[in-house]
């Protein structure tokens, strides 16, 4: 089946660890995409990566890093700079070519609690 | 970015059509309108997008005023598993990122 995994579904850490998020595409898509969700609020943009080897930070990118090594994974680690980690993560992709069929997809989610 | 107006919360019968509207008076003229869903707990669901003609596919109809400063989704016959929160994005061409509002949560009914 293709599609974007993530895994753990859901991930529970002691504050002040760093803890890395999976997400993996076998849609053979360039770009990929890291949101954040909190209770009762829309997604908001953390990183986002166009092309291999390269990514840009989004709205709320501090206390976040990410690498983009191969095309079909996009890990995000949190790190313990993040002030208030606990969140619902979502991974996208997208084709990545602009225009109107470059529509993002998304994948079921990370759940992370932070104690 | 065009700022989005949904009511908060919808009901509807199971069988009947769901109305969606969205405001989106502020849109410009490369901005698509694009529909997801987020069933509880899970990633947002594409639905459907569309610039300034009505759209139809399998889960749903777009219709986009003339004006293009508002829009409604159709689901024409909902079910229980239409339960959910449904995004209105307006979204340029030349930008990467999708802005979330809180939706409308649309709760269908036996």
């Known amino acids: 089946d293709g599609g974007i995994t993530q895994s753990p579904k859901y991930l529970f850490r002691k504050e002040g660890q760093n803890v890395t998020l999976s997400c993996e595409q076998n849609?053979?898509?360039?770009?990929m995409y890291w949101y954040r969700q909190d209770p009762g609020q829309g997604l908001r943009l953390i990183y986002y990566?166009?092309?291999?080897?390269?990514?840009q930070k989004g709205d709320i990118a501090e206390g976040y890093s990410v690498s983009r090594e191969k095309k079909e994974s996009f890990p995000l680690t949190v790190t313990s700079a993040q002030k208030n980690p606990t969140a619902f993560y979502l991974c996208?992709?997208?084709?990545?070519?602009?225009?109107?069929?470059?529509?993002?997809?998304f994948g079921p989610g990370t759940r992370l609690t932070v104690l | 970015d065009a700022k989005t107006t949904q009511p908060p919360s919808m009901d509807c019968a199971e069988g009947r059509a769901a109305n969606l509207p969205c405001n989106h008076s502020t849109i410009s003229g490369n901005e698509y309108v694009y529909w997801y869903r987020q069933i509880h707990s899970q990633g947002p669901q594409y639905i459907i997008h569309g610039l300034k003609n009505n759209e139809t596919n399998e889960m749903a109809s777009l219709i986009i005023t003339e004006d293009r400063k508002s829009s409604t989704l159709i689901l024409p016959h909902a079910t229980l598993r239409d339960t959910a929160v449904y995004y209105c994005?307006?979204?340029?061409?030349?930008?990467?990122?999708?802005?979330f509002g809180t939706g409308t949560r649309l709760q269908v009914f036996p």
């Open positions: 849609l053979n898509h360039d770009a």
């Open positions: 990566s166009q092309i291999v080897n390269d990514f």
């Open positions: 996208a992709s997208s084709i990545g070519l602009a225009g109107n069929t470059d529509t993002q997809y």
């Open positions: 994005i307006p979204r340029g061409w030349d930008t990467d990122k999708l802005i």
